[in-house]
């Protein structure tokens, strides 16, 4: 059958977008993906209609309080999704049941089990799923291009530094005596206004839950590998509402994989400020035959000017990534193929970092399940 209009056009309704807007802007900003609708749960609060309805003038659409409404009556064939963490899969298994195709905002879920019944949803509605993800910056193409091409061998092991370089508010330690800890949810309420929340949600998310999809979506992409176990360290080291909340926002996990590969990353939201990429992202791939290393921000400009106060200095160009993502989700539509991250893999990483966060706790490694 034919999902899109006679122009090749997949209409989509954005599905809450109370976490992160960039991720229904990036999709509209494609030409074969045209937004009809934003729309959400009436029974949320004030704050997220707020969120949703400025959405909604910014791309010329309408604003709706009934989510299943929006579905049946503005023809839409792919929701977006972005809503609160926990919504997430509760979102996706929805449009999924009325036969929409899914792009949907990371993390998967905070639950394991609400990733099995988004699988379980897309598989029954033989839908096309996929995790926003950062697989087609400029830097990551060329890597997998390279290891493809037998550049470095058989891959043996594979290294990834994820270091987001964004403030979560406070630094640790500036919360006085006799203060109470930071409410996880208020805060992040309050800082979605200046974008500077993280894990929008009313479950606390350290940065393995948050930011850990992008590095092991690289891992999953480049080496191809199941990881089957994980021993992980993570500790509460810059922010004061990480540490109020008991969730990491520095962490490091080893991984276990299939065919005996090794892998490792370390992980941390590090301040804003905090080095001049915007983040310090690289990646070290070692094989039977070589070995290379990546900067992901590559290509960059250098920005130097007097006064200069406030980073970061050095800007990314060539950032077609998110154009080339819809592009390949276009594709799967189109032709019934994968996506670049579908449902099991979002389920596999999901299952990866609750598994490393359970490590951290009990000081040991832990099977993935």
């Not at 604003?63 to 996706?92: M, N, P, W």
């Not at 894990?199 to 606390?204: L, M, N, T």
């Not at 850990?212 to 089957?228: C, S, T």
Request: proline share 5%; aromatic share 6%.
């Amino acid at each position: 059958m034919s999902w899109s209009d006679s122009r090749g056009v997949f209409k989509f309704a954005a599905l809450s977008a109370v976490k992160h807007a960039y991720v229904p802007l990036g999709v509209a900003a494609h030409p074969r993906f045209e937004p009809v609708v934003v729309a959400d749960d009436a029974e949320q609060e004030a704050w997220a209609h707020e969120r949703n309805a400025r959405l909604a003038d910014e791309l010329g659409v309408p604003y709706v309080r009934d989510v299943e409404k929006a579905i049946a009556e503005y023809g839409a064939q792919v929701a977006v999704i972005s809503s609160q963490a926990e919504r997430h899969c509760d979102l996706a298994v929805r449009a999924a049941d009325a036969g929409l195709h899914v792009v949907q905002d990371k993390p998967m879920s905070t639950s394991v089990a609400e990733c099995d019944r988004a699988v379980e949803a897309v598989e029954r509605g033989g839908v096309r799923f996929m995790m926003w993800n950062r697989n087609f910056m400029p830097s990551l193409v060329q890597t997998r291009q390279a290891i493809a091409g037998g550049a470095i061998g058989q891959p043996r092991a594979i290294h990834v530094d994820f270091y987001f370089a964004s403030d979560a508010g406070p630094p640790k330690g500036s919360r006085k005596p006799g203060d109470p800890p930071m409410d996880w949810y208020e805060y992040q309420k309050s800082a979605h206004a200046t974008g500077r929340d993280g894990g929008v949600g009313a479950h606390p998310m350290g940065e393995l839950k948050i930011e850990g999809i992008y590095p092991l979506a690289y891992i999953q992409m480049l080496v191809g590998a199941k990881v089957e176990r994980v021993f992980a360290r993570a500790t509460s080291h810059f922010h004061q509402v990480n540490v109020d909340n008991d969730v990491e926002d520095l962490a490091s996990v080893t991984l276990e994989m299939e065919r005996g590969l090794v892998g490792s990353l370390t992980i941390g939201r590090i301040g804003s400020g905090g080095h001049p990429d915007g983040s310090m992202i690289k990646i070290a791939a070692l094989g039977s035959k070589g070995a290379l290393v990546v900067n992901e921000s590559r290509p960059e400009v250098a920005v130097y000017h007097r006064g200069q106060t406030k980073g970061p200095y050095h800007q990314r160009v060539g950032n077609e990534g998110d154009f080339l993502l819809m592009e390949s989700f276009a594709k799967a539509i189109d032709t019934g193929g994968p996506t670049a991250l579908d449902a099991r893999a979002g389920r596999a990483i999901a299952a990866t970092v609750e598994a490393a966060l359970e490590s951290a706790r009990a000081g040991k490694p832990i099977a993935v399940r």
